[in-house]
């Protein structure tokens, strides 16, 4: 039990080193089994975590890694949740009778009056098309996490074409869009973020003549 | 003018112990018994005395099989001579030293 707790804790050590201290990440890893031979491995863990966390803050290359992270975890994961439960769940906005996605599509209830025919057909369209954003959002934190900045690029615009395309055609069935503006806006706030983040990520670690950009 | 900065009493610790064998190779675990320093003082001590150039390091062979390759460490001339002015009571840190 204290062995397994002393390698995960040894593992999220490693985790947290930066690209320039991968070696010396590689280097603590060696010797933790030394540590462990002699009976001390959570200390010496808990110490190389100390270790990490310490670069991490004073180091421009940890200060990058903590803003992405607070970003994707702060930012995208919660818009992420938010969109995915508004198309799965159906917050308010997006269905009439307030009853949630099932509600709108079942026929004899309170909203069928508002949503014949064709508004009934574009329920799961809609719903689709959030599921799509909020899916979207989580992609792009997990390429961003990656740095694969071309993948964030793809992600984005498909994301923000997704929330312009749910919004016309909310407006074009006459649905209150207002929360999906804001919430399109939000998307494009994060977008810009993330190539501030691209364009620090840049600088911290310009492309070799010999590595295509990626 | 430059400032010089005097070198913590951890790194004083160190330096004496890799300036007592100078030419070995040490381990990091080794290095951690014989200072008493744990791995989250030692190792910044280390990440920076190398990037001061006081320190150089190399990846070993393992002495047993199936163990991964270990990080060894010896002093440079620079930081021998650090050792040697400090144990002689003088020695004053490269000016980008950032030691606590």
Redesign the interface.
């Known amino acids: 039990m204290k062995a397994g707790v002393a390698r995960a804790v040894m593992a999220l050590a490693v985790c947290c080193f930066g690209e320039s ?1 991968r ?2 990440a ?6 933790f ?3 462990a031979a ?1 009976g001390r491995p959570l ?9 990490a966390w ?2 991490l803050l004073t180091r421009e290359e940890g200060r990058f890694v903590l803003t992405s992270y607070a970003l994707a975890l702060g930012l995208m994961l919660p818009m992420a949740a938010l969109q995915i439960g508004c198309a799965v769940l159906g917050l308010p906005y997006l269905y009439a009778g307030q009853n949630g996605l099932r509600g709108a599509l079942l026929d004899g209830g309170t909203q069928e009056l508002l949503l014949r025919g064709v508004y009934q057909a574009a329920v799961p369209s809609l719903s689709v098309l959030l599921l799509l954003v909020g899916v979207g959002h989580l992609r792009i934190a997990w390429a961003m996490l990656e740095r694969d900045w071309s993948r964030v690029t793809r992600m984005g615009s498909l994301s923000l074409a997704a929330a312009a395309t749910l919004i016309l055609f909310m407006a074009a069935l006459f649905l209150d869009g207002s929360q999906a503006l804001l919430q399109a806006m939000i998307l494009a706030i994060e977008l810009a973020t993330v190539s501030v983040v691209a364009r620090w990520h840049a600088q911290l670690f310009p492309p070799r003549a010999e590595e295509p950009a990626r | 003018m430059v400032r010089k900065r005097q070198p913590s009493t951890q790194m004083r610790v160190l330096l004496e112990a890799m300036s007592a064998q100078r030419q070995q190779w040490r381990h990091g675990y080794d290095l951690m018994k014989e200072t008493g320093l744990l791995s989250g003082t030692l190792y910044p001590l280390l990440m920076r005395m190398t990037d001061q150039g006081l320190v150089e390091a190399e990846w070993h062979e393992p002495a047993q099989p199936g163990r991964p390759a270990r990080h060894a460490y010896r002093l440079t001339a620079a930081g021998f001579a650090l050792a040697l002015g400090l144990a002689q009571g003088r020695g004053d840190l490269p000016s980008d030293g950032a030691f606590a």
Not at chain 1, 26 to 31: D, G, I, V, Y
């Open positions: 201290r070696e010396w590689r280097a603590m890893r060696a010797e089994e030394a540590a002699d200390l010496f863990a808990l110490g190389c975590l100390a270790a310490r670069e």
